[in-house]
Each structure stands twice: as C-alpha cells, then as structure tokens.
C-alpha cells in the first residue's frame, strides 16, 4: 500500500496490521500542500496494490498524478466519509473545504471505517482482522478525544486562545473549545500586516494569554515577529517550548510519529502552555521519554 502523509499511514498501518505494508510519501516535517511529486513517488504508486491520500485538496500538486493512477488500482481519499455539511469552509481557502479534519480525533475517527471497508474490499480474507482492528483503534481514538475535551477544559476560560503560524487548526479549535487565529501570510512589513500584528498583540493582552504556538512544518518567521511585537507593547507572551505538529507527524519509529502521538503531543503541549493542567506525558505516559 502506498500512502500520501503521515496520518493517513499510520491509519492504514492500524487497520490492516501485519496483512499490509505501507509506504508513506511525505515524510516527517514535510507540507504536502507543497509537495510535488517524483519519479520515485510515482514509480510506489505504480507499484501498489492500493493507494491511499487524505483528500479535501491537501496534496493540491498530487491531485494530477493520483487521478491518473486512480485508472490502474484503488486510489482512495480516506475522508470522503465525512459527511460535507459537517467539514468548515474558511475564507482564506478560497473556495476549498479545510483539509485539517486529522486536527478532530472524532472525525478522523470516521476514516477508519473508509479503510476497513477499502481493505476488506480488495482482500475479502482479512476482513474479520481488519474490522476487529478497526473497532480497537476507534476505542483508542474515542479515548484520546475525551482526553482533548477534559484537559482543555481545565484552560482559563479568558486564555482559550490558540495562535499559531498556520490555519491548521480550526478543527482542533471547534471540537475542543479553543478560538484559533493563524499568522500565516501576514507581512510585517505592510500596514495591514503591522495592523494585524497589532490587533493579535492586543488580543494576547487582553486576554492574559502565555503562549504562542509554531509548528513542526510551517516557517516560524511570523509568530517570532508577533512575539517581538508584543514585547516592545508591553505584553511578555513566549513561543511555547514545544512545536506543535499541524501538516505532518513526528519521526517515524516515535510516539510522536504516530498519529495518536502527534494528537496527545498537540493537546499537551497547547493545556499546559495556555495555563491548563495536563500530565507531562500526556494521554499514554509517553510524552517525556
């Protein structure tokens, strides 16, 4: 099986267990809204029994390649379950469903459905192993929201303000009670960018807020800029000590490398930079290791 990200690796690892081996494209602290393809990438698909990708346009320079592969074998988008009336639709995607649906742990929850039935279509024998695994990841997904909800909870209610330097987290902001703005985009050289450096500044201050939040795939350049300009305004607010993962996971062989991981690391990381109460080793025990 080939994979296009991370997140969509590790839940077709889960699902079909030791009767599939996965190759994943994009790798650790890679943004596949950029990635193009190679020869390399092509000749994997070419290769594959079934190819898997996330969809909702997130490998935006894949699409032609998946398109032509999709007439030789299974080629599946594991988040054409959700349902559309569910999925966000900012203005700044101009037009486009936001791809980040991973970001909500009960509706990535949803994929795993998707690829037990896509699994046990291609290979009817596994069927019972690929569904009795699919109903034990959702068991661990179901926890791993709950976990999301309690401890963000325990965040001041003022300070539930997530700025980070990408809009990758509006999933994240709605299914766990956190308002979520990205400084992604905005130049601080301009005056509408020094404007809305300003009003975020003023925003952080007001709201008592601690941490600002920078992301494993995403240039940093423009939340350090919102921290300078918060500092000559008189508010001490610090980048978070800890990169959040947004686009891709952690590395591969780690618990922050799975998709599970990469969640409880971003919950962690987010309750006790904001003022929350959250174990240092998260959801498992295994953050501080």
């Not at 007001?206 to 008189?234: C, D, I, M, P, T």
Request: contains cysteine; charged residues 25%; aromatic residues 6%.
């Amino acid at each position: 099986m080939t994979t296009t990200v991370g997140m969509v690796a590790d839940l077709v690892r889960n699902v079909g267990g030791d009767r599939v081996e996965v190759k994943q494209i994009c790798g650790s602290g890679v943004d596949p809204h950029l990635y193009k393809v190679t020869r390399d990438d092509v000749q994997a698909m070419r290769s594959a029994d079934m190819v898997f990708y996330s969809g909702l346009m997130l490998e935006g320079k894949m699409s032609d390649t998946l398109v032509k592969q999709a007439r030789n074998r299974p080629v599946i988008a594991v988040t054409e379950a959700i349902d559309k009336s569910w999925l966000l639709e900012p203005e700044e995607f101009a037009g486009h469903y936001d791809p980040h649906v991973w970001m909500d742990v009960s509706a990535w929850a949803r994929c795993v459905d998707v690829v037990a039935k896509e699994l046990s279509k291609y290979d009817p024998e596994g069927e019972t192993v690929y569904r009795t695994n699919a109903e034990a990841y959702q068991r661990q997904l179901a926890a791993l929201h709950a976990y999301g909800k309690e401890k963000i909870a325990s965040i001041p209610e003022a300070s539930r303000l997530l700025v980070t330097s990408h809009d990758a987290f509006n999933y994240f902001g709605r299914a766990y009670g956190l308002e979520v703005l990205g400084v992604q985009g905005i130049s601080t050289e301009s005056e509408a960018g020094l404007q809305r450096i300003n009003q975020l500044v003023q925003l952080l201050a007001e709201r008592k807020v601690q941490s600002v939040f920078v992301e494993s795939s995403v240039s940093s350049a423009n939340v350090e800029a919102l921290v300078e300009g918060a500092r000559s305004n008189g508010h001490d607010v610090s980048i978070a000590a800890e990169e959040l993962f947004s686009d891709a996971m952690g590395q591969p062989g780690t618990y922050r490398g799975t998709y599970i991981g990469m969640l409880d690391h971003n919950i962690t990381v987010v309750v006790r930079g904001l003022g929350g109460d959250a174990p240092a080793g998260g959801l498992n025990g295994q953050l501080d290791r």
